[in-house]
Nanobody, 123 residues
């Protein structure tokens, strides 16, 4: 299984970015996927999750209403549209896959991880 993130970069506060996660290898029809982020000196935290089959979603309170998670089954890809970005959103963003049958928020429940992509929001 390979997960490769892309789309990070530097953006001003209030701006937008779209992260992508390309998934290859094992099929994930019964799995869940998620986006996490880790700011410097802080623990990795859940941002958003989505069920590969059905597309149900769940968001952390900090990003609810600003971020949108989605997936394209045909392309084997997951996305995170980030709007109204704030300096506090600055972090390395990771995509991950869990074999849990429901959306879970603990990093330990995720088995496969990408290498991460840096998002920096300037004030």
């Amino acid at each position: 299984v390979q997960l490769v993130e892309s789309g990070g970069g530097l953006v001003q506060a209030g701006g937008s970015l779209r992260l992508s996660c390309a998934v290859s290898g094992r099929t994930f029809s019964h799995y869940g996927m998620g986006w996490f982020r880790q700011a410097q000196g802080k623990e990795r935290e859940f941002v958003a999750g989505i069920k590969w089959s059905g597309g149900s979603t769940y968001y952390a309170d900090a990003v609810k209403g600003r971020f949108t998670i989605s997936r394209d089954i045909g392309k084997g890809a997951m996305y995170l549209q980030m709007n109204s970005l704030k300096p506090g959103d600055t972090a390395v963003y990771f995509c991950a896959v869990t074999t849990a049958s429901v959306i879970v928020t603990l990093p330990l429940r995720y088995r496969f991880w990408g290498q991460g992509t840096q998002v920096t929001v300037s004030s």
